[in-house]
């Protein structure tokens, strides 16, 4: 640590002493003038609550939201894989129809603000979907039978069941343009002599894509779609907005509710930064180990 | 040669790349187990012909048939047909994820339907041929580049193709290469393959050649037998072709 300091020098030592003035008094504005009275000690109780008549700890309000954070991240990317998929082969395809419509989604998606996309998607796609599916009756009937442990742990509160899969759906229809972009890029960036290679011991366009292409293509988006994985857990606080229950829907609820505004953000942000921080710092370890392979 | 069945015959083969005119009215045809030498200065559309050839290119215009069936660009029999036509690459183009015996396999077993065990036996057999059974299971890039293109050719040859096309095999290698890839191709020249090669090797083409074919500017501009075509080719521009890459 002190080695650290010894390589600061008088810049350093100013610009440091700038923020630490900024700091100090924004600081100062709520101390004073705000009269906020602070209270961290409320915060982990939010987080994981003592049940006082039955005497265990739960999830309380802040877990459940980063549980189902979890949850949709990780099931909508796995969406998303698959969509992000078949729309990177589509605008490779040689069929000009299906390659200019998945041009199309790609265009409408990226130029289009993703709150307005996700309201759109949410109220002309996925919640027809749920009442096409009846969802809704399906989930309830499981909320009340007494065993639904597993899909309590899948799924989280059963009742929500269809906001979740909504939410899902809304998420990975919105990162699957960015996934097949990736993907694209993957499958062109395989040298054309590879392909003719495939063709000229015989293969169908099928077998010279599953074989020959995609495998190479895969090794080189893994990085590229790590990324994407941490931009769709950041991505899903917008979900929030279409009342799905997740960290950021939660914190709201929160704030409301115990006007403890800054406590709450700040725990919330923290959250997000350490899995988002975390993953990225994990998938970067990964990726120095297969290079050195 | 003219007893032997023809496999391949074009006539009035035209192809354009937009306006550039790549073949001009090309006829040609291939007996089996004729032994063909393309030569010609680069852009001759030498190797757009025998890209013609396994439908990795289509002409515009005239025939084209291959082992009695026509081929154009709708035709279905194209990918049948690719399995009796094999094709060995300037770059070699093997495929890098997979080791040299699954690179040999991959065909058999995906196009072929063969066994896993079958298409082994086939692999290793072919392996031997071209002399590098102990490569085996390492990867194409831990390979040097003649080893690569001799694992190319057994690769083909692991489709028991009738016919094999070389696009320029050693134009990419070193030259302390060459010769283990021309070798290998004598010695397939011996077995009786039809073999198609563009090549500027003079010395494999006066070993196997039995057609010599000189190309320019996509014409078709000689076609004789090695004995003609080395001492006295009849058109002036060969002539000139010849003194420039057998001057040193």
């Known amino acids: 640590m002190i080695r650290f300091f010894q390589k600061f020098r008088w810049p350093d030592w100013v610009i440091l002493g700038v923020l630490m003035a900024f700091f100090g008094y924004i600081w100062f504005t709520i101390e004073g003038s705000l009269n906020y009275s602070w209270r961290w000690h409320l915060i982990p109780n939010y987080i994981l609550g003592w049940h006082t008549t039955r005497e ?58 993703p709150v307005v996309v996700i309201f759109i998607f949410f109220f ?170 | 040669m003219s007893d032997a069945k023809p496999i391949i015959e074009a006539t009035h083969l035209d192809k354009f790349y937009g306006d550039f005119h790549a073949l001009k009215d090309i006829d040609l045809t291939v007996h089996q187990g004729e032994k063909m030498v393309i030569c010609g200065p680069s852009g001759s559309g030498k190797s757009t012909l025998i890209r013609c050839f396994n439908g990795l290119e289509w002409h515009n215009s005239g025939t084209l048939v291959i082992d009695g069936i026509e081929v154009h660009e709708q035709s279905k029999q194209m990918r049948g047909l690719r399995q009796e036509v094999g094709m060995v690459f300037q770059q070699f183009n093997l495929f890098p994820h997979l080791t040299v015996l699954e690179n040999l396999m991959i065909g058999p077993m995906k196009v072929r339907r063969l066994t896993r065990g079958q298409a082994e036996e086939t692999a290793r057999k072919y392996l031997d041929r071209v002399h590098i059974p102990e490569q085996a299971d390492k990867y194409p890039a831990a390979l040097s580049g003649g080893q690569q293109q001799r694992v190319a050719i057994a690769r083909s040859l692991c489709m028991e193709t009738r016919i094999m096309l070389f696009d320029e095999p050693t134009s990419a290698l070193d030259p302390e290469m060459i010769n283990e890839v021309l070798d290998v191709m004598v010695e397939l020249a011996h077995s009786g393959m039809t073999m198609v090669v563009v090549t500027h090797e003079m010395g494999f083409a006066r070993k196997v050649a039995d057609t010599m074919v000189f190309m320019e500017q996509g014409e078709i501009v000689e076609v004789s037998s090695p004995d003609r075509f080395f001492t006295s080719p009849s058109s002036e521009r060969c002539r000139l072709f010849l003194n420039q890459i057998l001057e040193y």
């Not at chain 1, 909508?76 to 989604?105: E, H």
């Not at chain 1, 010279?208 to 080189?220: G, T």
């Open chain 1, 124 to 293: 002309f796609l996925s919640q027809q979907l749920i009442d096409f599916l009846n969802l809704e009756r399906w989930a309830r009937g499981i909320a009340r039978q007494d065993n639904n442990a597993v899909w309590e742990f899948f799924f989280g509160e059963m009742r929500r069941f269809p906001s979740l899969i909504a939410g899902v759906i809304v998420l990975a229809l919105f990162e699957s343009a960015f996934v097949g972009e990736i993907i694209r890029a993957g499958i062109q960036s395989i040298p054309k002599g590879q392909r003719e290679a495939a063709r000229s011991i015989g293969m169908s366009h099928g077998q010279e894509l599953r074989y020959i292409v995609l495998p190479q293509a895969v090794r080189k988006v893994v990085p590229p779609l790590a990324n994407q994985f941490i931009s769709l857990i950041k991505d899903s606080a917008i979900l929030s907005l279409i009342s799905v229950q997740e960290l950021t829907y939660k914190t709201l609820e929160l704030v409301a509710s115990s006007r403890m505004i800054f406590e709450a953000w700040l725990t919330t942000a923290g959250f997000y930064f350490v899995i988002c921080f975390g993953l990225s710092r994990l998938f970067a370890r990964f990726e120095k180990r297969s290079d050195n392979r």
């Open chain 1, 56 to 113: 265990v700890y739960f999830a309380n309000i802040l877990l459940q939201g980063l549980g189902a954070t979890i949850r949709i991240s990780v099931y909508a990317s796995v969406l998303a894989l698959i969509f992000g998929t078949i729309l990177g082969i589509a605008r490779c395809s040689s069929n000009l129809t299906i390659r200019m419509l998945a041009r199309t989604y790609l265009e409408l998606l990226r130029n289009i603000p």
